[in-house]
């Protein structure tokens, strides 16, 4: 699967590699191991520096309603969520994901996993 994913319920954070071409399934199924977890509130670091978004501008729009879904029916509560992108379609698809996610929480774009991380350790203390 494109999408591996750890959730470490002790630090409250979620791990996340993109590697390779990457579908609306595999970014639902993503979502789902979330909600099953209860780890909507936690920190997450997605690594997108592989990652081959194979997206239409109508998944990016599913996923953008039902991230909102999320948000107004299950209270989802977001925990701050860094990206590591390193090329520039790979940014503009995650620009698009947290302009559509209609979430209050803190969302950044990295260039390295390192600089993710210490910005996401500073946002979860």
Do not use: C
Request: hydrophobic letters at 45%; proline letters at 3%.
């Amino acid at each position: 699967m494109p999408m591996r994913w750890t959730i470490s319920h002790d630090e409250r954070l979620v791990m996340v590699t993109a590697d390779g071409p990457v579908t609306l399934l595999e970014i639902e199924a993503y979502f789902d191991a979330l909600i099953v977890a209860d780890a909507q509130p936690y920190g997450k670091l997605l690594d997108a520096t592989t990652m081959e978004a194979r997206l239409t501008d109508a998944d990016v729009m599913a996923i953008g309603a039902r991230m909102s879904a999320y948000i107004k029916e299950q209270k989802w509560e977001g925990g701050p969520a860094a990206f590591v992108a390193t090329t520039r379609i790979n940014r503009e698809f995650i620009k698009r994901f947290i302009n559509l996610s209609a979430s209050s929480r803190e969302a950044k774009i990295f260039q390295t996993v390192d600089e993710a991380r210490r910005w996401l350790d500073g946002q979860m203390r």
